[in-house]
Structure formats: structure tokens, C-alpha cells
């Protein structure tokens, strides 16, 4: 029998297959949807900007201003 730890890698592994699709449309998504997509997937912000192409301190700023807009609503 396959173990919850092995299903929920896999399952991990095709959220961010998934997102990668929708991501793959840069013009339709801003880099702050993105970031947040990730986010709801569990990744790390180093797994999110290797993904994406930027630096960790980017992401963090991005999320910090995600927040704040989120509390300023």
C-alpha cells in the first residue's frame, strides 16, 4: 500500500503542474497572481522564484504587499 507521505508528494507534484499551465500564459496573469497561486500550493518562496524566473527577496516582496493589500480591504 502506497504511504499518505508518497500521496501527498504527488500531489504536491501536480498542483505545481497545474500551475505551471496556467502560469505558462505570462500576459494573462500578473507576477502577484502568480506568487499567490504558489503560495495556496505550500511551495517555498525559493521554489516559487526559481519557478518564476526571480529572486527570493522578490517574492517576499510581492507576498508583503499581498498581505497588505489583503488587510487595507
Known sequence: MI??????QISKKLSVLIALILV???????????????????LSNN???EILGTTK?????V???ITKNKKQK
Open 24 to 42: 505558462s500564459e505570462p500576459e494573462k496573469r500578473t507576477l502577484s497572481e502568480k506568487v499567490e497561486l504558489f503560495s495556496r500550493l505550500k
Open 3 to 8: 504511504d499518505k507521505e508518497l500521496l501527498e
Open 63 to 65: 507576498k508583503s504587499r
Open 47 to 49: 521554489e516559487i522564484a
Open 57 to 61: 527577496g522578490t517574492i517576499e516582496v
